[in-house]
């Protein structure tokens, strides 16, 4: 990514990132169709009502995976092959302790994590033996990620995305299977997921044991280095703490959700399922530009990074307004792939048409927010969305439900609300930030 043509260049990288990030999303999604229409709204909620208990522990994993993935970019970027294997070495075997300890601490903490969301009694037993299967296997979607990092720092996406479709697939067999011929209900679409997953990782594993390239991972130099730990948790440990602590706010979010019974809860579930497709640019472009800024900043070619972040910007911005503006239109149809319950539907057609274009804001923070992490900025862009989406939000849900009204779509705000305040915080914030670092690099020149 340091030299050629910048727009080719960042779809070409996003392309494969973003359809790999689709089919990684459809283990749960198809989790949530399959029992949705086989099973029963019960069983939707308590899919549903899990994701934000597993996306906390993914988010804070994908965050260490951001610090590993800049310092893997720079070293790669800069043809430092001693240190880009050092890296990959410490990376991975980061990666099977911190599988070790979340599979623990997750399996544990299922209860007490459900209790807390204010689950209802008719979700609660299934969410129970969903969330418990799904945390136990949780290692198999932790190492692949990490894998398919290290792959993504060095400009290869699209041998994940072979994975990700071919695992996918076999999901989608094993759901049906599972589910329909063996009656298996949640107990069913979990084993199927956390199966799949595990086979993932295996192969990711195998291609990167296997491959002649540089970044080749090497099992009898796995170790872990204190200095490289040390500089990977510097640059990621901002974006994980950021996002275990908007993953943390966003359980108060469903545990205002959750009063409102398994009907509405199934439907904010659909409108999560939903939510997170249109996340799918924002979040693929916001790693091209980690990716695109960390590989030129290693080469030492700082103008073009910035060429980099607008170009990202702007594509971004209009991918994620043109999807958004399909899921308004045809609302009603993409909720009832989850279910044919007409109070479900109505309240996940609700939730989507008042945020759904929203979302275009959030894609600036995130776009940003990767192009700054790309520099080694990790700590501004986690203060900035920390303060909105966690403090902002919660002031919002706090006063709105108690001096207003506590209504399904005034709870659904505080998303947009989050978003909106962080859009105009990190904007500002980056053009401060650039001045900086221009008027540095014209004083280096003089």
């Known amino acids: 990514m340091t030299r050629g043509p910048i727009l080719a260049q960042v779809i070409a990288f996003s392309l494969p990132l973003m359809l790999g990030n689709a089919f990684q999303m459809l283990y749960n999604t198809v989790d949530s169709i399959v029992v949705g229409n086989f099973v029963g709204k019960e069983a939707l909620a308590a899919v549903g009502s899990t994701t934000m208990i597993t996306n906390m522990f ?20 800069a043809a430092e092959e001693d240190r880009l294997h050092d890296a990959i070495e410490t990376t ?48 198999g979607l932790l190492v692949y990620n990490m894998g398919s990092g290290i792959l993504r720092a060095v400009g ?56 002649g390239e540089i970044y080749r991972l090497s099992w009898r130099d796995l170790r872990i280095d204190p200095q ?3 500089r990977i ?54 790693m091209a530009a980690t990716t695109f800024v960390s590989q030129n900043i290693g080469a030492g070619d700082q103008e073009r990074a910035d060429r980099g972040t607008s170009t990202t910007l702007v594509l971004s911005v209009s991918v994620t307004a043109s999807i958004a503006a399909l899921l308004y239109t045809f609302a009603a ?24 274009f929203f979302l275009m804001c959030n894609t600036i923070n995130h776009v940003l927010a990767g192009a700054l992490r790309g520099r080694g900025d990790a700590r501004g862009p986690m203060i900035i969305m920390l303060t909105n989406f966690v403090l902002v939000r919660q002031a919002y849900l706090f006063l709105v439900t108690r001096f207003v009204a506590n209504i399904p779509i005034l709870v659904g705000l ?33």
């Open 333 to 356: 149809p993409a909720t009832g792939l989850f279910t044919k319950d007409a109070s479900v539907i109505e309240a996940g057609v609700l939730f989507l048409r008042t945020n759904v």
């Open 233 to 286: 948790f510097s640059i990621g440990m901002p974006a994980g703490i950021q996002s275990v602590i908007t993953s943390f706010s966003n359980i108060f979010v469903q545990s205002y959700v959750n009063h409102f019974g398994s009907s509405v809860m199934a439907g904010w579930s659909c409108y999560n399922k939903l939510d997170q497709f249109i996340m799918l640019p924002i979040q693929s472009m916001a």
């Open 414 to 446: 505080g998303y947009p609300v989050g978003w909106s305040a962080c859009c105009i915080t990190e904007v500002t914030y980056w053009l401060i930030r650039r001045r900086s670092w221009n008027r540095k690099n014209t004083e280096a020149a003089l």
């Open 156 to 211: 290869d996406t699209v041998r994940p995305l072979l994975f990700l479709i071919l695992t996918s697939v076999l999901n989608i067999i094993l759901d049906l299977l599972f589910v329909v011929s063996f009656h298996m209900g949640v107990e069913g679409v979990a084993l199927a997921t956390v199966i799949s997953q595990m086979i993932s990782a295996v192969l990711i594993l195998f291609l990167l044991t296997c491959t």
């Open 228 to 230: 490289i730990t040390v």
């Open 58 to 77: 993914v988010f804070f994993f994908n965050g260490f995976s951001v610090g590993a993935g800049v310092l893997i970019s720079q070293h790669f970027g």
């Open 92 to 139: 991975m075997a980061l990666t099977f302790a911190l599988s070790a300890i979340f599979t623990i601490v997750g399996v544990l903490g299922v209860k007490p994590m459900l209790a807390f969301m204010a689950t209802p009694e008719d979700v609660f037993p299934e969410a129970t033996v969903y969330l418990t299967i799904y945390l136990a296997g949780i290692s």
